[in-house]
């Protein structure tokens, strides 16, 4: 077969050069494959998936074999994913599947994030990269709220809500972006449909192009290194990409494939038989949305009640904690690049990576944002949390708001010690580290001895 | 060598699983048998391939020198391609203004049909379906008494023809008279101590589905905006700082609860001109 | 003659004190176990405990049967324990409290004629919101919580819906609209997750937990034991 399809297209230099490729081999450069991995399983479970969806908010009768349900009025959209929970073989499995690859999806682009930042891989020539990078993680925020509410069950419905007032706060044009976002007042027929094509047709389609586009400016600027003996900042030491790292990605994607596989057949996930469809009139509790949207909860359910009216324009209790405080903070870690430039005064470029603790100001910063986004999505869950401590929700509330401005500080200097200490000692953080050995002697008593 | 040995039993093991798979899927499905056999198919070409790649086959690190980023270096070829697009024009600041110019115009021509995607808002956020004299009824169309709400009881109320409205949905509740606090100017709105309240939470949206019966206050589950009751629904606790607007109620000659106009105030979450 | 008459006017003078007979030790009862915090005579006793007036049959029943009262702590929440009183001093008690005012009976239940359909809607629409989509209980506020259904039975289930303990409100169900709550309750209680292990089935808390943890850290630290720390490989 190898045969054939390179008497026809040939294998000219650059396929040999490519084939040989060197990337450097560490652990930690695999999560970002973790996370493509991710992405590639949620499209083929996806399509599978789109297959038997229904984006059709039309009402019909639920026939179906889960009983508390059956005689219910449901829309059409709610009615197809419980038939492909309960009456497709293997339905459940595949939904389950999509759904655990969406969270650990997420959770792998915002870890691989964190290693690009640390290690400061974001530096020249590479900016553009960390740019394309970030709209992914927008666009896969985007993904899994879109996503999550096509099932138009009670919670994300409850979701969709809170998202429509999150739009109507914007100042002036508010009302009307929420109107056409929506197709009109809360709750419409509309907005079914078209969350399933940004869904499964412009979010995905962005995503993809912006993947191209990541690796191929990763392949042509080649990938960064840590230092080591024999590397420097003009080239790259590893392994090609031919045998080695072709057929390590092969099995970091089946790795992927088979944590998701296990979990998706074993633990149960969105069970939206139990939420029932979405009533724009009843809620349940508790109502949090994915993890990945949690810090948004927590952000606006520890905001405090103030709406102040500014030259008679109403502010939103939701406005700040829903729309300016994600808009700074990610306008921040986009432009991060050039802020971190800036503040630095090094346009140089970079193709060796640091060590945090090299950079105790980077590294503090970013375990301070790290400690703030922790926070807030803690904060997202507190009455569970209430619940299962057995506390008032209200002094949850309390403690989460002194958190969100004691914890990122005093844990951003706490990194930064540890970075300076480490760095100083040149020791590694999970190394042996010099000590003693305590000794019996002769006498009875105890002498200490270094440890070699 | 061992881990050669290991490595073809991985991939026996992902063979038998997924045989196994399959047959599975062909008796009838199951979902815990199909996720374990999927995850031991896929686990086993996972093992297998990582193994091969760091045990099995030699692979020294290799070294690979980067290009010299001269930056500038392809400015030269970039330049000279585009002189050839204007060799033979004249006025060449204009024509590229225009020709993007006419580009911009035309993006903005193209996006002003998105306009089609809703309905201009207008008065909509301000209003809702209670009008003065409908009837109160509850989620199976049934017209509502006084004496139909428990004390310490909550039903939620939609107005008549317009049952699961959502805009319009309303908390019923009754309390001893004695006890309530309204406004001066809704001291008439709690008829043998009922009252409607909006059941849209004013923070964000949320339906106010939870009552605290003792404390006399109605709990949003989404963010715990806390609402008196006795006082109008004001918010004690919570993000919410706007009362939920309450529904004045009077009682028909057949001893039915209807409503006196529209509520107190727009229903939700606010707006930017929500106060107007 | 006069031994049957005698015995006729025996068993009729008992029969009728039998009530208040019975209300007698229940008052007994009374005085003795829960006196202390609901006062004499139910009257209630400030900071210690409500009046008891009025509360009725149903709420008598509910608190003995759940364990809730007594209430070790009153300031605290009544939480669901094993009951201390047997099944005669239950009734005894019970009866007691029902002579102290006009309160709802100790409602009928027939689960077997609930449906299931019906139940689940009602249960969306009026219980959710405190007690859960899944029943597992919530924080309602103020230290106070709504319970985790799964340890109820459908008596006490019943009562308190007509009874509204604590913070929980009094709903004015139908017997039919009582027992399709009730029999979905049970459903609830009974049947196993179709989707596999129901890690506390509260949503996406627990769910976001599971996949950083076991999703993505689990993943990672195979990788990691596969393929090692290092970035270089002895050969």
């Given at each position: ?194 969350l399933f094509v940004l869904h499964v047709m412009l979010l995905p389609g962005l995503t993809i192009a912006l993947l191209g586009a ?7 600027q080649k990938h960064t290194q840590y230092r080591g003996p024999g590397r420097s900042e003009s080239n790259v030491v590893g392994k ?213 | ?276 | ?24 030790s229940g008052r007994e009862l009374y005085e003795r176990r829960c006196a202390s915090c609901h006062g004499p005579d139910g009257a ?192």
């Amino acid at each position: 077969m190898i045969r054939y399809v390179e008497s026809r297209l040939g294998l000219d230099s650059w396929g040999r050069r490519a084939l040989r490729k060197v990337f450097p081999d560490h652990w930690s450069f695999l999560i970002g494959e973790i996370a493509l991995f991710c992405f590639i399983i949620l499209v083929a479970t996806g399509t599978f998936l789109t297959l038997f969806y229904r984006p059709d908010a039309a009402v019909v009768t639920y026939e179906g074999p889960y009983e508390p349900l059956r005689g219910q009025e449901v829309s059409a959209a709610f009615d197809s994913v419980m038939r492909l929970s309960f009456e497709v073989r293997a339905g459940l499995v595949m939904r389950q599947i999509h759904h655990w690859a969406a969270l650990v999806f997420v959770a792998s682009t915002v870890v691989h994030m964190c290693r690009v930042f640390f290690t400061g891989a974001f530096r020249r020539p590479r900016e553009l990269n960390w740019i394309v990078g970030f709209t992914m993680l927008m666009l896969a925020l985007g993904l899994g709220f879109t996503g999550y509410s096509l099932p138009d069950d009670l919670l994300s419905g409850t979701g969709l809500r809170i998202g429509y007032s999150a739009l109507i706060s914007i100042p002036f044009a508010g009302p009307y972006i929420a109107s056409l976002a929506f197709g009109g007042e809360f709750p419409t027929e509309n907005v079914i449909s078209r969350l399933f094509v940004l869904h499964v047709m412009l979010l995905p389609g962005l995503t993809i192009a912006l993947l191209g586009a990541h690796l191929a400016i990763l392949w042509r600027q080649k990938h960064t290194q840590y230092r080591g003996p024999g590397r420097s900042e003009s080239n790259v030491v590893g392994k090609g990409l031919w045998p080695y790292q072709a057929l390590l990605s092969l099995g970091v994607m089946a790795l992927t494939a088979a944590v998701l596989a296990l979990m998706g057949g074993l633990v149960q996930i969105n069970p939206i038989w139990l939420y029932g469809p979405f009533d724009a009139t009843t809620v349940s509790a508790p109502s949090q949305p994915d993890w990945y949207m949690g810090w948004l909860d927590g952000a606006t359910r520890l905001f405090p009640p103030w709406e102040p009216t500014v030259f008679g324009v109403t502010i939103p209790s939701m406005f700040l904690p829903a729309v300016l405080l994600p808009g700074l903070f990610f306008t921040v870690v986009a432009l991060w690049p050039f802020i971190e430039r800036r503040l630095t005064n090094d346009a140089a470029e970079h193709h060796l990576l640091d060590s945090p603790r090299d950079e105790p100001g980077r590294t503090a910063l970013g375990v301070a944002g790290l400690l703030f986004f922790t926070v807030l999505t803690l904060a997202g869950g507190n009455d569970l949390i209430a619940l299962t401590l057995d506390i008032q929700v209200e002094s949850m509330t309390r403690f989460f708001r002194l958190a969100m401005f004691v914890v990122p500080p005093v844990g951003g200097a706490l990194a930064y010690r540890i970075c300076r200490q480490l760095r100083d000692s040149r020791e590694h953080p999970l190394g042996r580290g010099s000590g003693v050995v305590l000794r019996r002697t002769e006498q009875g008593g105890f002498e200490e001895v270094p440890r070699s | 060598m061992k881990a050669e040995r290991v490595v073809r039993g991985c991939f026996a093991l992902s063979l038998a699983a997924s045989v196994g798979l399959s047959l599975v899927y062909l008796a009838g499905g199951s979902r815990a048998w199909e996720g374990v056999l999927l995850a031991a198919a896929l686990g086993g070409i996972a093992v297998g391939f990582i193994l091969w790649a760091t045990r099995l086959i030699d692979a020294p690190d290799n070294v690979e020198e980067r290009r010299e980023q001269k930056p500038g270096e392809g400015l030269g070829l970039i330049s000279e391609v585009l002189e050839q697009s204007v060799t033979g024009v004249s006025r060449r600041k204009v024509l590229a203004g225009l020709a993007s110019g006419a580009a911009a115009s035309l993006g903005a021509a193209l996006a002003i049909p998105s306009l089609s995607l809703g309905p201009q808002p207008g008065r909509s956020l301000f209003r809702t379906l209670w009008v003065p004299g409908i009837p109160a009824v509850d989620s199976e169309g049934g017209r509502v008494r006084p004496e139909d709400v428990p004390l310490s009881g909550i039903i939620t109320v939609f107005p008549q023809g317009s049952e699961g409205a959502g805009d319009s949905q309303a908390v019923l509740l009754r309390v001893a008279p004695d006890l309530l606090s309204l406004p001066e100017a809704r001291a008439s709105w709690a008829p043998q101590g009922c009252l409607a309240y909006s059941k849209i939470c004013t923070h964000a949206g949320c339906p106010v589905g939870l009552y605290r019966a003792q404390a006399r206050e109605l709990l949003c589950p989404c963010h715990q905006s806390t609402f008196d009751v006795l006082t109008g629904a004001v918010p004690v606790s919570g993000p919410a700082v706007r009362p939920l607007p309450q529904l004045p109620l009077a009682v028909d000659e057949d001893g039915y609860l209807v409503a006196n106009g529209d509520f107190s105030g727009p229903v939700g979450p606010s707006f930017w001109n929500v106060t107007q | 003659m006069l031994l049957r008459s005698l015995l006729a006017a025996v068993v009729t003078t008992i029969a009728l004190a039998a009530p208040s007979l019975a209300q007698q030790s229940g008052r007994e009862l009374y005085e003795r176990r829960c006196a202390s915090c609901h006062g004499p005579d139910g009257a209630g006793r400030e900071g210690l405990g409500p009046s008891l007036t009025g509360a009725g049959a149903a709420a008598a029943d509910y608190q003995l049967r759940t364990g809730r009262m007594p209430l070790q702590n009153p300031q605290a929440q009544a939480v669901r324990k094993p009951s201390v009183f047997s099944e005669e001093e239950t009734r005894l008690l019970v009866s007691f409290v029902a002579s102290l005012g006009e309160g709802p009976p100790i409602p009928s239940v027939d689960p077997g004629a609930g449906d299931l359909s019906s139940g689940q809607s009602l249960f969306i629409a009026n219980c959710a919101a405190c007690h859960g989509a899944g029943g597992n209980g919530g924080a309602v506020g103020n230290n106070a919580a709504a319970p985790s259904l799964y340890a109820s039975e459908p008596q006490t289930m019943a009562e308190a819906m007509v009874s509204g303990p604590g913070q929980m409100p009094v709903f004015g169900f139908s017997e039919q609209e009582r027992s399709d709550i009730i029999a979905f309750i049970s459903y609830l209680q009974t049947s196993e997750a179709p989707g596999g292990i129901d890690i506390g089935g509260t949503g996406p808390v627990p769910e976001g937990f599971v996949g950083w943890f076991f999703g993505l850290t689990g993943l990672v630290m195979v990788l990691v034991l596969l393929v090692g720390t290092g970035s270089s490989r002895a050969r």
